[in-house]
C-alpha cells in the first residue's frame, strides 16, 4: 500500500474495487434446475395458493429443522405479524431493540407495544437478565431474536417464560441452519419465523416461514395466511394474504440444494476475515460458536475507536467510497427510529449496551459474491486507514470544512 492517504477514494484516488461488494449480495443456486422449475410452473398453470412447489418447501424445510409444522409465509414481517397474533400477544411484548424493525413493526402494527430491552455484551442478544424487570401485568410474551446467525440464550427465556406464564417466540430471521446445544433452530419457544428474502443464506427472493411444534397454533396460522378461509366459502378466522408464491418456492427449492457449498463458502470468507481482521488494531471479528451447526452468513466487526483512532463511521465512509457496501446493521436500534423515538423518548436509558454496541459494529460483504483476495483488500484498506488514523481525522475535518 502506500503511505499517501491520495490513493483512498474518499481523499480522491480511485476505488479499490471496480465492482461494488455489497452486503447481503444473494446466493444464487443452480439456474438451469431454477429455470426448469420455472417451466413446470408455467406449464402447470398453478401459480399460488398452496401449490406443490410451496408443500415440498414447506416439507423440505420441517425435516431440515427435525420440527413438526412449516409454513411457508410470502415474508418473514408478515410470518411475524401472523404468528403473534395467532399466539394471542398483546398489550406488551418484551423485544430486543438491536434488530431489525421489521421484529417491533410487526407488534406495533397491531397495536401491541413493543418494550425495548437491552442486549448482553457477550452474545449481542436479548439479555435475560434485564427482561424479568421489564415484566408488567399487560406483559404477554418475549420475543428473541437470534441475531448475525446467533441463537438467543434460549435456556434461560424459557425459564422466564414459563415461571411468568409468557408465550415466547422467535424471529430467527437471520438463523435458519443454525443450532442450539445441538438442536436445530426453529424448535424452540410457541413458535418461530424464518426469513428467506434474497439478502439471507437461504433465499426464495421473498419469502419466510412460520416454524412450530404446536399442532393448535400451527392451525391458525395456516388459517391466517389465507384470510381465514377453513373451506370453499367458509372464513372461520380474522385473515390476511401471507401465501407464499410457487416462484419464489421454486427459487427457495433451488437454494436448498446448493445449501453445503452455501455454508462451505461462508465458512472460508469467515475464517479469511477471522485470520485478517486480527492482525488489525481496535477491531474484533465476532466470533461463532464452532461447536454449534452455523450458516456463518453474518460477518460483524466491533471497531474500538478509542483504539482504531478513527470511528466505525469515518471507516464505513471509507470503505463505502472504495465501492465496499458494509451496513450498520442495527443501527441506531429501533427505540431511535419513529414511531418509537417519540412514542418512548427516555427508552435509550434503560439500553445502555445497545446504544453503544450500535455505534461500533459493521456487517461486512461475504457469501458466493466475495472472494478470499477481496477480503484480503478489505483488510489492507482497514489497516492503513487505522494506521493513518490521525491524518485521516484531518481528511475528515478538511473536507467537513470544504463542505461547510
Ligand atoms: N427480522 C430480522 C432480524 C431481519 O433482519 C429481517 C430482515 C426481518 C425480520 C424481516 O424479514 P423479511 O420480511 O425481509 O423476510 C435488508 C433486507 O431487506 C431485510 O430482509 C433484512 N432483514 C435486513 C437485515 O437487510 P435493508 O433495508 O438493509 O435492504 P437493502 O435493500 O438496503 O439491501 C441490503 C443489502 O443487500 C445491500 O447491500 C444490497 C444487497 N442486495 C439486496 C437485495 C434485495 C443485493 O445485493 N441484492 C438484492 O436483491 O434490509
New binding site residues.
Given amino acids: 500500500m502506500k503511505t499517501s492517504l491520495d490513493h483512498l477514494a474518499i481523499f480522491g484516488g480511485a476505488p479499490e474495487f471496480t465492482e461494488?461488494l455489497?452486503?447481503?449480495?444473494?446466493n444464487i443456486g443452480n439456474r438451469e434446475k431454477l429455470f426448469d422449475r420455472f417451466n413446470d410452473i408455467l406449464d402447470r398453470r398453478w401459480l399460488t395458493n398452496h401449490g406443490p412447489y410451496v408443500s415440498e418447501f414447506e416439507q423440505r424445510i420441517a425435516d431440515l429443522i427435525g420440527v413438526k409444522h412449516c409454513i411457508a409465509?410470502c415474508?418473514?414481517?408478515?410470518?411475524?405479524e401472523i404468528a403473534f397474533r395467532a399466539a394471542g400477544l398483546k398489550g406488551e411484548v418484551i423485544v430486543p431493540s438491536m434488530?431489525?424493525v421489521?421484529?417491533a413493526h410487526?407488534l406495533q402494527w397491531q397495536e401491541i407495544t413493543p418494550v425495548f430491552c437491552d442486549i448482553d455484551p457477550d452474545t449481542c442478544t436479548i439479555d435475560p437478565n434485564r427482561v424479568e424487570e421489564l415484566i408488567t401485568p399487560r406483559t404477554t410474551g418475549i420475543v428473541g431474536?437470534?441475531?448475525w446467525s446467533r441463537p438467543c440464550d434460549i435456556d434461560a427465556l424459557e425459564e422466564i417464560a414459563e415461571r411468568r406464564n409468557l408465550k415466547l417466540l422467535f424471529?430467527a430471521?437471520?438463523a435458519f441452519g443454525c443450532s442450539f446445544h445441538g438442536k436445530m433452530i426453529g424448535n424452540f419457544g410457541d413458535a418461530e419465523?424464518l426469513?428467506?428474502?434474497?439478502?439471507?443464506f437461504l433465499n426464495s427472493?421473498?419469502?419466510?416461514a412460520v416454524v412450530t411444534n404446536d399442532d393448535e397454533l400451527a392451525n391458525k396460522v395456516r388459517l391466517m395466511k389465507n384470510f381465514g378461509f377453513e373451506d370453499i366459502d367458509k372464513v372461520v378466522y380474522i385473515g390476511t394474504n401471507g401465501k407464499m408464491n410457487e416462484l419464489s418456492a421454486a427459487m427457495g427449492l433451488t437454494s436448498l440444494e446448493s445449501l453445503e457449498e452455501i455454508i462451505a463458502v461462508n465458512y472460508r470468507n469467515y475464517k479469511c476475515y477471522e485470520s485478517e481482521i486480527k492482525r488489525i488494531p481496535g477491531v474484533e471479528l465476532k466470533l461463532f460458536n464452532e461447536s454449534e451447526k452455523c450458516n456463518y452468513q453474518y460477518i460483524i466487526l466491533d471497531l474500538d475507536e478509542t483504539i482504531a483512532g478513527v470511528s466505525r463511521d469515518q471507516m464505513m465512509d471509507i470503505l463505502w467510497a472504495e465501492n465496499v457496501?458494509t451496513?450498520r446493521?442495527?443501527y441506531p436500534g429501533c427505540h431511535l427510529m419513529e414511531p418509537y423515538r417519540s412514542y418512548f423518548p427516555h427508552a435509550g436509558l434503560l439500553l445502555p449496551v445497545t446504544n453503544d454496541l450500535s455505534q461500533r459494529i459493521l456487517?461486512m460483504?461475504t457469501g458466493t459474491?466475495i472472494s478470499p483476495g477481496d477480503i484480503g483488500k478489505i483488510a489492507q484498506i482497514m489497516h492503513f486507514v487505522i494506521a493513518h488514523s490521525a491524518e485521516v481525522r484531518e481528511g475528515f475535518k478538511s473536507i467537513q470544512r470544504t463542505a461547510g
Fill in positions: 461494488l455489497h452486503v447481503g449480495r444473494p409465509m415474508n418473514a414481517t408478515i410470518g411475524l434488530t431489525f421489521a421484529t410487526a431474536v437470534h441475531l424471529d430471521a437471520h419465523v426469513s428467506f428474502h434474497a439478502t439471507k427472493g421473498e419469502g419466510g457496501l451496513r446493521y442495527f456487517a460483504p459474491a
